[in-house]
């Protein structure tokens, strides 16, 4: 039975990385589309005020938390999930996967010649996986149809959509997708394709990959300022229900 959390009126699933990698499993068995979704706090603050993106994500059939600031503000709320589960991480336990059973995948997304770098990165590793097809995420309204057919005529187990948050959930939820799992991935092709490195290991397990990243890019401390402004408002938001 799935159990799920609210966090700022999301529904996060309730599970470790064993338990999310079953679900897909589970998912990978049953000939239909499911949907992973990987939101972290600033995709949770963001869906406050897109009412579409919030939709989505609560209709998704695998929402993992993919942020230390949800596993905080679970407890804040005395709720229970479990831990940090990236999509990065899943995403790879996921190609195992298909590694072993031989089974095929798709990439849609990224700058030109950043899919095509992180399958050839991808069959180093995993060498029985089938790439069925790689695409980048610059294509103009007329052509998604073309993009859509290419897809559905290849029929890949599983579809990873890196365009991007909302984009990549909302183009996700939008079309009929003959594939067994689309999972909205953002970044993890460009960590693929080498062009992104991760955190330190250290960073990884104490759940500060987005402390070292300020580290490295300073810039990009307006986006990072999201995880005390989320905080902030899981605590008000806690007061008002008390009183």
Avoid at 92 to 108: A, P, W
């Amino acid at each position: 039975m799935r159990e799920t959390e609210k966090i700022m009126g999301i529904s996060i699933d309730r599970v470790n990385m064993e338990e999310a990698y079953n679900r897909f499993k589970m998912f990978m068995g049953k000939n239909k589309l499911h949907t992973i979704y990987t939101p972290n706090t600033e995709i949770i603050m963001m869906a406050q005020h897109d009412y579409e993106l919030k939709e989505i994500l609560n209709t998704g059939d695998l929402v993992i938390p993919d942020g230390i600031g949800l596993v905080y503000a679970s407890k804040i709320l005395g709720k229970q999930l479990k831990e940090r589960v990236t999509g990065v991480d899943l995403m790879t336990r996921i190609l195992q996967y298909c590694n072993k059973e031989e089974r095929s995948i798709f990439i849609l997304g990224g700058k030109p010649g950043i899919a095509e770098l992180a399958t050839k990165n991808i069959t180093k590793v995993f060498p029985q996986i089938e790439i069925k097809g790689v695409r980048d995420g610059y294509f103009k309204e007329e052509e998604e149809q073309c993009i859509i057919d290419t897809i559905n005529t290849l029929e890949p187990d599983v579809l990873f959509v890196a365009l991007g948050v909302p984009r990549q959930e909302k183009w996700i939820n939008k079309h009929h997708l003959k594939v067994r799992v689309a999972m909205g991935v953002g970044g993890s092709i460009d960590i693929w394709a080498g062009t992104v490195k991760r955190a330190p290991i250290f960073f990884q397990r104490l759940g500060l990959e987005w402390l070292y990243r300020l580290f490295k890019e300073p810039w990009r401390y307006r986006r990072m300022a999201v995880l005390p402004k989320f905080l902030i408002n899981v605590i008000i938001n806690k007061n008002r229900q008390r009183d």
